[in-house]
């Protein structure tokens, strides 16, 4: 083959390789790009750290010796010198009380329920609504392992229960099982003996069954002072003493506080609002509190974040160290991946005095949007930020955005592209 011909095929060939590398690159920039949909999200500044709750409480306390048997579940209010128990010489005795008063309660719900007649299917609607709700609140008390109002809710279920057979009219009514009950609880009458004396208290306020040895170990008046390394030596009295038998929590409010990192203290203040305490473990209710104070040696150190809540509940009456979340302001609006975020210009025209078009620029913070088959840039007013995603306000305040074009729910957001810029064509 001659040496012309051989040296064209290599031209060619070479020509070929070339134009599929230029073809290579041109088709990774043709304009070929990943979006996403700008949806709305509502989130908040969070804080995930650890509790010690602080009440004002004082011991219930009994020097007589017996067997207890309480009358009243954790959280139930009391007033000063009501009676939160009663003493037995046996244990028998006093499990034996506890049965009388489970049988007494059931007796008093059927009595009440003979009462009724079945002639309105709205109240069958009614029980069955009311049934659903207790159920729900049931399973919610079991995953939550908040055992303290279980025997309450058996009760409540069982008499709606009740309820529903006599609207329907499967039953007629239940004296055959208020004789049967009646008939039990007199036996355990005859066979136990009586109370031999009763445990009042001392205070008003809310009953609580059981100590941990934490009761005094902070000052409930000097709670707003406490620094972190008073929170670390935080001691528990391990030895209460063998006459107490519970305690009142003497008022509704409360604090708790919490260990911060100096970083954790900068998202909250003595004046912020909207402050909210989650307590997975303990509870579901989300507890608006106030931030009473944030103790720190100095600007730049760890503190603690003291917080006040006003509200009371059986599970809230006996917790002491809980994981927590501290939440603070919620910001809505429309969510954006952080790779979608770019600087660029943004451009708006006006009229002169003369009537004449301008047209002025500006590098801002925005993202691109697919139109059709073009990109238009659009500067971003961003609410809150987190590693990931950003929150943007789709209704920014009056001159923020300097064109007055921005980011609109369901618009075709650019995570993805390489030489992105507006106007340009894409698929």
Not at 98 to 106: F, G, H, I, K, V
Not at 355 to 365: D, M, S, Y
Request: glycine share 6%; with cysteine.
């Amino acid at each position: 083959m001659p040496k012309v011909i051989k040296r064209l095929i290599a031209i060619f060939f070479a020509l070929i390789i070339v134009l599929f590398i230029v073809y290579s690159f041109v088709r990774s920039d043709n304009g070929s790009v990943a979006t996403e949909t700008a949806e709305t999200i509502s989130v908040s500044n969070s804080i995930n750290t650890t509790g010690f709750v602080v009440r004002d409480e004082s011991y219930i306390t009994n020097d007589n010796k017996g067997y207890v048997s309480y009358l009243y579940d954790d959280g139930s209010s009391m007033n000063v010198g009501g009676t939160v128990a009663y003493l037995y010489a046996k244990e028998s005795d006093a499990t034996a009380k506890l049965q009388e008063d489970r049988l007494s309660t059931e007796i008093s719900q059927l009595q009440q329920l003979n009462s009724l007649t079945n002639d309105t299917e709205i109240g069958l609607d009614s029980v069955k609504q009311q049934t659903s709700l207790k159920l729900y609140d049931l399973f919610d008390q079991l995953n939550e392992n908040a055992f303290t109002e279980l025997s309450q809710k058996r009760s409540d279920l069982l008499y709606l229960f009740n309820e529903s057979q006599i609207i329907m009219g499967s039953v007629k009514d239940f004296n055959s099982r208020i004789k049967q009950l009646t008939s039990e609880k007199d036996k355990i009458i005859q066979s136990s003996s009586p109370k031999i004396g009763e445990v009042t208290t001392k205070q008003s306020g809310y009953f609580v069954g059981s100590t941990d040895g934490y009761e005094n170990s902070i000052d409930y008046n000097n709670v707003k002072n406490i620094t972190k390394s008073d929170l670390e030596h935080v001691k528990q009295n391990k030895n209460v003493g063998s006459d107490v038998l519970g305690k009142i929590v003497k008022d509704s409010n409360w604090y708790i506080i919490c260990p911060l990192t100096s970083s954790q203290t900068q998202l909250l203040t003595n004046d912020i609002n909207n402050v909210y305490l989650s307590m997975p473990l303990a509870s579901t209710d989300k507890l608006p509190v106030t931030v009473v104070a944030i103790n720190q040696t100095s600007k730049v150190s760890d503190g603690v974040a003291i917080l006040e809540c006003d509200y009371m509940s059986p599970q809230l009456a006996t917790i002491r160290n809980e994981a927590v979340v501290i939440s603070n302001e919620t910001f809505t609006g429309l969510r954006v991946s952080k790779s979608a975020l770019h600087e660029d210009f943004a451009y708006k025209t006006t009229e002169d005095k003369q009537e004449k078009e301008q047209t002025t620029k500006k590098k801002v913070q925005g993202v691109f949007v697919k139109h059709g088959n073009e990109l238009v840039f659009k500067q971003v007013y961003i609410l809150y930020s987190s590693n990931d995603f950003i929150v943007c306000d789709p209704n920014p305040p009056d001159g923020v955005i300097f064109n007055g074009e921005t980011i609109q729910l369901y618009d075709d957001v650019v995570t993805e592209g390489k030489n992105l810029y507006a106007g340009k064509v894409v698929h």
